[in-house]
C-alpha cells in the first residue's frame, strides 16, 4: 500500500502544481503525496473543493491516528474571499455532523483572493487589490518561482505589512501547526 502524508483537496492544475512545489520544499516527495483536483468540464472547481471536502477531512482523521499526515484545501475566494469560503465549509461539516477543525490538526486552508494568481501578482512587486482579477499564468508551471517567493517569507517570520491577507492567513497557519517538521514525522 502506498504512503501517503499529505492530501491536497484543489480547484485545478495551477493550484495543484503550486502545492507540490511548495510541498516539496518542507521534503514532501511525489510518493509521499495525493491530489484530489477536479476533473476539467465535469462540474464547477469551487462545487468539487466544497462537496469533497468533508470526505477529506474524515480521511485524514482516520489517516493521523496511524502516521503522521495533513490535508491542504486549496479553493479560490474569487468575489467571495476566505472569510466566506471558510464559512462554507465550516456549514458543510455542521450539516452533516462533522466537527470542525481541531487546533492541533494539520489541516491547511488556503483561500487566495480573487485567485491564486494575485498571490503571484503580488510577489512579481504589482499593487493589485486582493478582490480584483489577475491574468492566469500561461502556463502552471510558471508559479514555481512565486512559490520559492512565498516559502521564504514564510521561513522569514517577518511578514511584510503589505501582503495580502489570504496569503498571510496561509505562513501563518503553516508556522504554528510546524510544518517544518513534516518531514521528519
Not at 496511524?66 to 456549514?91: C, I, Y
Not at 504554528?176 to 517538521?181: A, E, H, K, L
Request: hydrophobic share 35%; glycine share 4%.
Amino acid at each position: 500500500m502506498r504512503r501517503v502524508t499529505v492530501v491536497v483537496l484543489c480547484e485545478d492544475q495551477q493550484h495543484e502544481v503550486f502545492a507540490r512545489r511548495f510541498l516539496k520544499k518542507l521534503g514532501v516527495g511525489p510518493r509521499d503525496l495525493r491530489i484530489v483536483g477536479i476533473v476539467p468540464g465535469k462540474q464547477s472547481a469551487e462545487q468539487f473543493v466544497r462537496e469533497n471536502f468533508l470526505k477529506e477531512l474524515r480521511d485524514y482523521r482516520r489517516m493521523a491516528a496511524r502516521k503522521a499526515t495533513a490535508l491542504v484545501v486549496l479553493m479560490d475566494g474569487n468575489t467571495h474571499g476566505p472569510a466566506e469560503r471558510q464559512r462554507q465549509l465550516r456549514e458543510a461539516c455542521s450539516g452533516h455532523g462533522v466537527e470542525w477543525i481541531r487546533p492541533r490538526e494539520k489541516v491547511l486552508l488556503a483561500f487566495p483572493t480573487y485567485r491564486i494568481e494575485n498571490w503571484f501578482s503580488y510577489l512579481d512587486g504589482k499593487e493589485v487589490p486582493e478582490h480584483e482579477r489577475c491574468p492566469r499564468l500561461k502556463n502552471p508551471s510558471d508559479c514555481q518561482r512565486h512559490v520559492d517567493q512565498l516559502w521564504e517569507i514564510c521561513q522569514s517570520r517577518q511578514l511584510p505589512a503589505d501582503m495580502p491577507e489570504s496569503s498571510r492567513r496561509v505562513c501563518v497557519r503553516f508556522d504554528r501547526q510546524s510544518w517544518r517538521d513534516m518531514s521528519k514525522s
